[in-house]
């Protein structure tokens, strides 16, 4: 991480350098027509690159964009700002500032790639041949992630692969596929890559495999995604850790051979707000990106079935005997955190307070305050409180790739290929035991084991950022975004279990007290519009050869 943050401070200075053309050559600053000169330049080009993961938007509280992302999906909620409920409730437009955001971040980022990548033959002369290759694969994954963000969001999108100047700057949009093409062949480019790096935080070529099969999987090349996975695993320097919880943790972090790709934070530089923004109103958070109680009531019985089928589910302690993912991502009513006892049933207006000794009773700020957890629960993952009292400046990395992801994407895109053998279910079963879940019996269907891995998706990456792109590549999205978004019944429990279908998604008609539930809003979703977002006004005014998606 040293390595990453001490040029921080001098790309700093170069702001701009990747963006304009100067006419004149600057006496205190480099210019970007004699920028990129020794192997120092070049990295710090490169760290240039690195900084644009750091994204936080209006919508973020200066939570990167990863996690803020499944609040645009079934599985969670924010209360706050407009612009992210507006994407996730069906009724952005072309103004929606959170997707202007996003689309202006991502250029501005293969922006800052294209041009070290354009002019860093300047230095070719006087740096390493393995080091100069090294900063051109990495350029070549940055630059291909933002691609894959998107195409993934957009569709087709213009693919600028060079520096533009103010008469190019109108480009029309490029097919998706073609688009694609260009990702993966950046990403086999960048395999030159070695298999292990001594600074965390640094692109491996694992991170690139793994980057490979994610797009591969999302764009339905489904032996292209078995290959990269493969051989990433192949790799012999990842393994699950022992402990899902530890992953999300500091201490975790430093020791763990699951990360293949994080961003490294520091409380000087780069940090993140994440605890503040979702952890509850005892322990001093905001309580305003939340989980939904689908998402709670997904997560199977540890026997392995739904909750609607398991004889180990009891309505009146449905926190028992299910998933262990469920509260170590989900803070669920009834447990202690933070020295709090979390209790959102809206008649308990006191709690209790452990870190006293002996414990207290105390005001119950999560049924007291109007802005308490709207849903009745709060994310756990990824709020480890390194410092209570520093809440917005966590250092808790944040996973872009892990290992556990890339088992799952080999076995889907072997599954959807068709080639079902022992390795699919081996994959798998690695990530189920792991959450103390029992393996998958043999001999599953292609359809059973296709419900089976993207429930596993669901149960293992929530609030990572990777729901949004599934629901619309599975094209479930229309099914499972619209209508009431529901939270636990505000002084009481579901008198039954709600009928779970094959993707792990409740519906709660059957639920007998189902009127009870709060409705935290009504949202919509149009098939013939929505799974794309809208091109930003602002760029279809300035760029006139850009074409709006459909519907808006």
């Not at 922006?111 to 070719?124: P, Q």
């Not at 207006?349 to 709060?378: E, H, M």
């Not at 079963?429 to 891995?453: I, Y």
Request: proline share 5%; charged share 25%; net charge negative.
């Amino acid at each position: 991480m040293k390595t990453i943050i001490k040029y921080i401070s001098i790309c700093l200075t170069i702001v701009g350098v990747f963006s304009c053309s100067l006419d004149r050559y600057p006496l205190d600053a480099p210019s970007d027509q004699t920028f990129l000169a020794t192997e120092n330049e070049l990295e710090m080009a490169l760290t240039g690159c690195y900084n644009q993961l750091y994204f936080g938007t209006e919508a973020a509280y200066n939570i990167t964009l990863y996690p803020i992302m499944d609040v645009y999906t079934d599985i969670a909620w924010e209360r706050a700002v407009a612009s992210v409920q507006q994407l996730g409730s069906g009724i952005a437009d072309p103004d929606n500032t959170q997707s202007l955001a996003i689309w202006t971040q991502a250029y501005k980022a293969i922006g800052r790639s294209n041009f070290l990548l354009t002019n860093m033959s300047r230095a070719k002369d006087v740096t390493n041949p393995d080091v100069y290759n090294r900063i051109a694969a990495e350029a070549r994954f940055l630059r291909a992630y933002w691609y894959m963000l998107l195409t993934e969001l957009y569709g087709d999108v213009p693919l600028i692969l060079e520096p533009q100047t103010l008469t190019e700057a109108e480009v029309a949009r490029t097919p998706k596929s073609q688009v694609v093409d260009q990702i993966l062949q950046d990403l086999t480019e960048s395999e030159i890559l070695p298999a292990e790096v001594s600074v965390k935080g640094r692109i491996s070529k694992g991170a690139v495999l793994a980057l490979k099969a994610k797009i591969a999987l999302y764009n339905e090349r489904w032996e292209v995604a078995a290959d990269a996975a493969e051989k990433c695993m192949k790799l012999g320097v990842y393994q699950l850790d022992k402990n899902y919880e530890d992953l999300f943790t500091n201490p975790g972090q430093a020791a763990s051979k699951e990360i293949i790709f994080s961003l490294q934070l520091d409380k000087t530089v780069w940090y993140h707000n994440i605890a503040l923004g979702c952890n509850s109103r005892m322990t001093r958070g905001y309580s305003s990106k939340v989980p939904t109680q689908a998402m709670v009531d997904s997560y199977e019985c540890t026997d392995g079935l739904s909750i609607d089928k398991s004889p180990l589910y009891d309505p009146l302690k449905p926190f028992d005997n299910r998933d262990s993912r469920l509260k170590v991502t989900i803070l669920v009513p009834g447990e202690v955190y933070g020295g709090y006892q979390f209790e959102t049933h809206r008649d308990s207006i006191k709690c209790w307070n452990y870190n006293t000794n002996p414990a207290t009773r105390v005001d119950n700020q999560d049924a007291l305050n109007a802005y308490a957890s709207f849903t009745g629960y709060i994310w756990k993952k990824y709020t480890y409180m390194e410092d209570a009292d520093a809440l917005n400046r966590s250092t808790v990395s944040f996973i872009m790739l892990r290992y556990a992801e890339v088992l799952l994407m080999y076995a889907e895109s072997k599954i959807e290929a068709n080639q079902i053998d022992n390795s699919v279910y081996d994959a798998i079963n690695q990530v189920r035991t792991r959450a103390q879940m029992p393996a998958l019996k043999q001999g599953l269907s292609q359809a059973e084991l296709r419900s089976a891995v993207r429930k596993e998706r669901k149960y293992e990456l929530a609030l990572e950022g990777h729901r949004l792109f599934d629901i619309r590549r599975w094209k479930i999205a229309e099914k499972v975004m619209p209508g009431e978004l529901l939270g636990r019944i505000p002084k009481g429990l579901l008198s039954n279990a709600p009928a779970i279908d094959q993707w792990g998604t409740p519906d709660y008609r059957n639920v007998s007290n189902k009127s009870e539930m709060r409705v935290i809003e009504n949202r919509l979703f149009d098939p013939a519009r929505d799974y794309l977002y809208p091109i930003p006004r602002i760029e279809m005014e300035t760029n006139k050869a850009l074409v709006q998606n459909p519907n808006y």
